[in-house]
């Protein structure tokens, strides 16, 4: 069985073993042949030479289960702070048309978070990340629980990714770059047609009072 990003379940009748997978190659070139070569190098030959008996290594399993539970995904490299965060707090800019359809947003930051508000076809949403941690939340349309961080990628540009931790696979990467008056924004999705509003290019301008 194959499922999207490397959702996998693999049946050796001859040697009586079945291997599943779960995870989230989508983003990788070729990340499911990784599996599949990890298999056919290290397991497979194993299997072979036991004629499918392999015995309980308690000392390896002990430190798979160690190293397991340490694993955590990183939160966006970068700084923490720029000087353009006083000049565009709680500004209002507004889109010109783009294939994302967002017609307008506004970042708002606290101490080590912010949120990033934008108005698509869908209506009205908003995006909360964490600055050098992650912050967890529903993301928007699809309603699916989702982790976001963002850094300071150099003194104009914030990148913001989010992680799907839900049923569905997927991350979106958003970068927003801010000169003068004008917000130029990038994103790209890793997922199916789920995500499709998120990706592409935008442009725009802060209102002016």
Sequence with gaps: MYGMGGQLAICLPDYDFILTT???NQG????VQGIYAAL????????????????????????LAE???KLEVKPVEGSKKSAKVSEINGRRYILAPN??????????FGKDEGTL?????????????????????IFPDINLLSITSAAWVD???LHLRSYIIDELPGNVNMSLT?????????????????LKRYEGFASGEWETV
């Design 117 to 137: 508000y934008y108005t698509n076809e869908t209506g009205s949403h908003q995006i909360s990340f964490g600055i050098g941690h992650m912050k967890q939340q």
């Design 178 to 194: 801010f000169m003068d008056n004008t917000v130029t924004i990038a994103m790209k999705r890793i997922a199916e047609d789920a």
């Design 40 to 63: 056919w190098n290290n397991i497979l030959p194993h299997l072979k030479e036991n004629k499918g008996s392999i015995s309980v290594d308690k000392k390896n399993a002990e430190m």
């Design 22 to 24: 779960i995870a989230d």
């Design 155 to 157: 003194e104009n540009t």
């Design 67 to 69: 190293r397991i539970s």
């Design 99 to 108: 294939q994302m359809g967002i017609s307008e947003c506004r970042l708002e």
């Design 28 to 31: 990788i070139p070729n990340g």
